[in-house]
T-cell receptor, first 113, second 115 residues
Framework: DVKVTQSSRYLVKRTGEKVFLECVQD?????MFWYRQDPGLGLRLIYF???????EKGDIPEGYSVSREKKERFSLILESASTNQTSMYLC????????????FGSGTQLSVL | AQTVTQSQPEMSVQEAETVTLSCTYDTSESDYYLFWYKQPPSRQMILVIRQEAYKQQNATENRFSVNFQKAAKSFSLKISDSQLGDAAMYFC????????????FGEGTQLTVNP
């Protein structure tokens, strides 16, 4: 089975801190995604990547950046955390083929105080 | 831009009964995919069912089936013989045929199953 692992299940940070959320997948998937989940808003795409060192903005990229130096790892970076970035963050991966199934991690609940 | 709308924030059903979750979407594309994902309290998203827009036949997976109405841009999920383990947040999602695996999600419907 594909495994998508997010480094932290819960994280508490202070306003202004630089925050790294890490995601690793073990099935050699080309595509990786970062979503943010908020009550009443569903999942919204922050950034995605179709290949190493490649990234594209999703629907809500402001205040975030990403890094993909290796195929299996996709990092989400909050350059200066703010309280409105308190949320559940979900990482996902998939094969590059059309119709590829998305596999999700278990999420990181981030609280910015 | 494509949008996905789930108008029922919460639904409840009695164990062994049938429940239908609603989803509508907006797109100008003719080829696309639609999905229902389940997120239990463990937070692990699980793919429940998938429908290709070019297929007229509604997808089914055991107790889960969809009613896909392409002209009406409607994609509802029917859960038959509901079980306590079906209690979860359910998300409807849309993907363009040409956009790789990028999904657009609805707001979610929280399903409660009463014993």
């Amino acid at each position: 089975d594909v495994k998508v692992t997010q480094s932290s299940r819960y994280l508490v940070k202070r306003t202004g801190e630089k925050v790294f959320l890490e995601c690793v997948q073990d099935m050699d998937h080309e595509n990786m995604f970062w979503y943010r989940q908020d009550p009443g808003l569903g999942l919204r795409l922050i950034y995605f990547s179709y290949d190493v060192k490649m990234k594209e903005k999703g629907d809500i990229p402001e205040g975030y950046s990403v890094s993909r130096e290796k195929k299996e790892r996709f990092s989400l970076i909050l350059e200066s955390a703010s309280t409105n970035q308190t949320s559940m963050y979900l990482c996902a991966s998939s094969l590059g083929s059309a119709g590829g199934k998305l596999f999700f991690g278990s999420g990181t609940q981030l609280s910015v105080l | 831009a494509q949008t996905v709308t789930q108008s029922q924030p919460e639904m409840s059903v009695q164990e062994a009964e049938t429940v239908t979750l609603s989803c509508t979407y907006d797109t100008s594309e003719s080829d696309y995919y639609l999905f229902w994902y389940k997120q239990p309290p463990s937070r692990q998203m699980i793919l429940v069912i998938r429908q290709e827009a070019y297929k007229q036949q509604n997808a089914t997976e055991n107790r889960f089936s969809v009613n896909f109405q392409k002209a009406a841009k409607s994609f509802s999920l029917k859960i038959s013989d509901s079980q306590l383990g079906d209690a979860a947040m359910y998300f409807c999602a849309y993907r363009r045929e040409t956009s790789g695996s990028r999904l657009t999600f609805g707001e979610g419907t929280q399903l409660t199953v009463n014993p």
